[in-house]
């Protein structure tokens, strides 16, 4: 019992200082008064895991930061608008790639071409990367390392911008 008061002591002290600390992640009153809000309710939710003689304002910091960042991942994920037309593969090139006319249409079957040819360890992260997804996303489904799903889209990219080099010229 006097642990559990103890506690509930510390996260009243520390409430002002995780305020200021939200207002400088938020950069707004109401949303900075909903995440200490949602802070203070996860810290109660996980006492438990709480180890006595630590640091408890680290310890709630943290919760902090790591609802912030969950929170922003979520809402870019939103409002993030994917095109699922077929013209997906110039949208990480560079805008000098030439696919900013309407003559690209060639351009763009021989990209679908190349794509299509290249094995599927390396057309699958691709595609799922022009979806949407993230590096780490695709390195979980893929049950990959990240650096390895880094190179082989990095890979891939290469491969189209020389191959639709050489297909210009």
Do not use: C
Not at 18 to 47: C, G, I, V
Not at 73 to 101: C, I, M, P, W
Not at 117 to 138: C, N, W
């Amino acid at each position: 019992m006097k642990s559990d008061f103890s506690f509930r002591k510390n996260l009243i002290n520390v409430q002002d200082d995780l305020l200021r600390f939200a207002y400088k992640l938020t950069s707004d009153t109401e949303e900075a008064n909903d995440l200490l809000q949602e802070t203070s309710l996860k810290a109660l939710d996980n006492e438990d895991k709480f180890t006595p003689d630590t640091n408890f304002k680290g310890w709630v910091s943290t919760i902090m930061r790591n609802i912030f960042i969950n929170n922003y991942r979520k809402n870019a994920r939103e409002q993030t608008f994917v095109d699922t037309t077929d013209n997906l593969y110039h949208l990480n090139l560079s805008q000098d790639s030439g696919f900013e006319t309407t003559d690209s249409a060639y351009d763009l079957k021989e990209m679908r071409r190349i794509v299509a040819a290249l094995s599927a360890e390396y057309r699958q992260p691709f595609s799922m990367y022009v979806a949407g997804f993230k590096y780490r996303e695709i390195a979980d489904k893929m049950d990959l390392p990240l650096g390895t799903v880094k190179s082989r889209i990095h890979f891939t990219r290469q491969k189209l911008q020389s191959d639709l080099r050489d297909f210009r010229n």
